[in-house]
């Protein structure tokens, strides 16, 4: 891995533990080597992400549709940014240069980003480990949700398995380093 595409908010939440969670990852990221790949915003859980990794030195790309440059304060101190046309190609080019994803607390958006980045894992479209950071139990309800979704028979138990979760920055980065992707795209050839 070399680059781990961060999902978050572009608000800051209503607890300063989110914003040091969010800047502690960045950090530890960054002392492991690895670059980060984000949103492009300045401002919220994005903005501190940047922020962070860029005062310790490292790399950050940013990738942001064009019409929300302005709203979401284009991060113009990134070592790349890159102006889309649109969300999905926004998604397309962050999935495309990441090796990895972790989301961080956020709003529809970051489920947004999330979800679609374990479905085309699931799908078989790539095998990058897709994690959550749970800082503060934020994740808590989401993860009740996803196993009742495996229990009433919806998701799988393997494909339930394929989202990575810790509440601490350098055990989660250990998960994804270790990660093997199962055969999630199997099943859609069992069904042909």
Same mark, same amino acid.
């Given at each position: 891995?070399?680059?781990? /595409?961060?999902? @978050?908010? &572009?608000?800051?939440? +209503?607890?300063? $533990?989110?914003?040091?969670? %969010?800047?502690? #990852?960045?950090?530890? !990221?960054?002392?492991?080597g690895?670059?980060i $790949?984000?949103?492009?915003? +300045?401002?919220?859980?994005?903005?501190?992400?940047?922020?962070? /990794? #860029?005062? *310790?030195?490292?790399?950050?790309?940013?990738?942001?549709?064009?019409?929300?440059? %302005?709203?979401?304060?284009?991060?113009?101190? @990134?070592?790349?940014?890159?102006?889309?046309q &649109?969300?999905?190609?926004?998604?397309? !080019?962050?999935?495309? #240069?990441?090796?990895?994803f972790?989301?961080?607390?956020?709003?529809?958006?970051?489920l947004?980003?999330?979800?679609?980045?374990?479905?085309? !894992?699931? #799908?078989?479209?790539?095998?990058?480990?897709?994690?959550?950071? +749970?800082v503060?139990?934020?994740f808590?309800?989401?993860?009740?949700?996803?196993?009742?979704?495996?229990?009433?028979?919806?998701? =799988?138990a393997?494909h339930? /398995? &394929?989202?990575?979760?810790?509440?601490?920055? $350098? *055990?989660?980065?250990?998960?994804m =380093?270790?990660?093997?992707?199962?055969? @999630?795209?199997?099943?859609?050839?069992?069904? $042909?």
């Open positions: 891995m070399r680059r781990i /595409a961060i999902y @978050c908010g &572009s608000s800051r939440g +209503n607890t300063p $533990v989110f914003e040091t969670s %969010a800047a502690d #990852l960045a950090r530890s !990221l960054v002392s492991q690895f670059g $790949v984000y949103g492009g915003g +300045n401002v919220g859980i994005m903005g501190i992400v940047a922020d962070a /990794a #860029l005062a *310790a030195g490292g790399e950050v790309i940013g990738v942001i549709p064009e019409s929300l440059l %302005a709203k979401e304060l284009g991060h113009q101190g @990134c070592t790349e940014l890159h102006i889309t &649109s969300m999905h190609e926004r998604k397309q !080019l962050m999935v495309d #240069l990441s090796d990895a972790i989301a961080l607390p956020g709003g529809f958006g970051t947004d980003e999330l979800f679609e980045t374990l479905t085309w !894992l699931q #799908l078989g479209f790539h095998g990058k480990p897709v994690g959550l950071l +749970n503060a139990g934020f808590d309800p989401l993860l009740t949700f996803l196993d009742h979704m495996t229990a009433t028979g919806f998701l =799988k393997e339930r /398995a &394929s989202l990575l979760m810790e509440t601490d920055p $350098v *055990a989660l980065l250990q998960s =380093k270790t990660f093997q992707p199962h055969t @999630c795209g199997k099943w859609i050839k069992e069904l $042909v």
